[in-house]
Structure formats: structure tokens, C-alpha cells
């Protein structure tokens, strides 16, 4: 056995048994409002963040609102990207279904997509245009599914409308990941058909793991397409400056 993963895998089941008491406690502060799900969602973050031993840096500067986007490489990103700002997510609507994360995502604010639906990508840009003008950004994952990190897959561009339709700035954001070992970022991703708690399991055995976020400069876009295909490049360009400054 993995002493290492077996002894943060109770330190994460108490930090998850936290996140919950903190919630309710949070009640008799008054009602939740949006903002304030974003913002115990951070705490949620650090907390499991701390609990798997991931340690998180952030280069530039979240932005206080609007729209951003990042690649997407691990469910770790909403965690790592929590701990780094408030923000709502925009997520695939199988999550709203699993167990304990389905409920936590929702209770922090979470937009669910149906993406087979055009009902329901529809209803959801509607979602996000009347909370792009809160003090909490929100974010999506343009490629609309994890990938092993070798390179970008092609941004969606349907939920950059509502920005672009309002001329609201959009920000890109990439994330990446590092083993202090050497062990290559594909391992850290989950992607495929892996199952979640061997990969879980795996990442909770790994020492020296941290996790870096880079924000770029917000930005208005002319058309979707546009905003689409230039973010993209623009966290191409920032994962590769990542890279380099390792070298």
C-alpha cells in the first residue's frame, strides 16, 4: 500500500467532511447569495488543495469579473482555479450527478451544460450574460473536455457570445501542472476512459505536485470565433512559456 496516498486520502475525507460543516455553518450568516458560493467555494478549494498536497502559484492578475477561460487537463482544475480566485464555473452536466462533487459544484454556484442540447447551451448563455456583470469572473473550458495536455484542443466558441454580444472582457487563464520527480503532466491529467478513483488514488500518492495558473490580459472581442481561436493561442503561448521557464 501506498502509505502516502493512504494518509492523505483520510486527511482529504476530513477536509471534505469540513467543507460541509463550513457550508451550513455559513448559514446563519443569512442566505447565500452567488457571490458568496463563489467564495466558499475557494475556501473548498484551498482546503482540498492543502489535504492532497498540491501546492498552487498564480502568475498576473484574476480578473474581478467578466469572462474567463482556461484549458482543461483535470477535474484538479476546478480546485486549482477556485484556490486562485472566486469565480462560477461553467461545467458538463454529468458532474451535477456525482456523488458529494455533483452537490458541492452546485452549491457553489455552478452553471450545468447539456452539451448535446441546444436547449440547454441556449439557456445557459442567458445564465452567464446575467452574471458577467458581478464582482466574480465566470469561467468555462472552451475545449469542452480534458485532454492529456499535449496540445489544445479546438475552442467551442458558443459561450463567448454573451461577452462579445455585451463587448465584456475576456480573460485567458492557463493552467498546467508539475512533479517535482519529473513525472510528465500527462499522468497529473485525467482523460479518456481513466477511472476516477485509480487516478485520484494515484494523484494522492505523488510527492512534490504543484499547480500553476496564468492569467493573461482581459480583452473585448469582436466576434466569437475571433475571441475563440485568440484565446486559445494566447494560453498556447503562456503553457509554452511555462515550459521554458522550467528548462
Keep these: ?35 458568496r458560493r463563489a467564495e466558499w467555494m475557494q475556501d473548498a478549494a484551498l482546503l482540498v488543495l492543502g489535504s492532497m498536497g498540491i501546492r498552487c502559484t498564480v502568475q498576473g492578475t484574476p480578473p474581478p469579473g467578466g469572462i474567463v477561460v482556461a484549458n482543461h487537463l483535470s477535474y484538479l482544475d476546478i480546485a486549482v482555479i477556485s484556490a486562485a480566485m472566486p469565480c462560477f464555473f461553467v461545467a458538463k452536466a454529468e458532474i451535477d450527478r456525482w456523488p458529494f462533487f455533483g452537490k458541492a459544484a452546485r452549491s457553489g454556484g455552478t452553471i450545468f451544460i447539456d452539451r448535446a442540447s441546444r436547449a440547454s447551451a441556449e ?110 493561442a494566447e494560453i498556447a503561448g503562456m503553457r509554452e512559456q511555462s515550459v521554458a521557464a522550467l528548462r
Design 1 to 35: 500500500m501506498n502509505l502516502r496516498a493512504a494518509w492523505r486520502a483520510v486527511v482529504l475525507g476530513l477536509a471534505l467532511l469540513l467543507i460541509v460543516v463550513r457550508f451550513w455553518l455559513g448559514r446563519l450568516r443569512g442566505p447565500y447569495t452567488l457571490v
Design 123 to 232: 439557456a445557459v448563455t442567458r445564465q452567464i450574460a446575467q452574471r458577467m456583470g458581478m464582482s466574480v469572473p465566470v469561467l468555462f473550458f472552451p475545449e469542452g473536455t480534458t485532454s492529456d495536455g499535449s496540445e489544445l484542443l479546438r475552442f467551442r466558441s458558443r459561450l463567448f457570445a454573451p461577452a462579445v454580444a455585451a463587448a465584456v472582457r475576456i480573460t485567458a487563464a492557463s493552467l498546467r501542472y508539475v512533479v517535482a520527480d519529473g513525472t510528465p503532466e500527462r499522468e497529473v491529467a485525467w482523460f479518456g476512459d481513466d477511472s476516477f478513483l485509480p487516478h485520484l488514488w494515484k494523484l494522492l500518492g505523488m510527492a512534490g505536485m504543484s499547480a500553476e495558473v496564468r492569467f493573461g490580459e482581459p480583452r473585448i472581442y469582436r466576434d466569437r470565433r475571433e475571441a475563440a481561436d485568440r484565446t486559445r
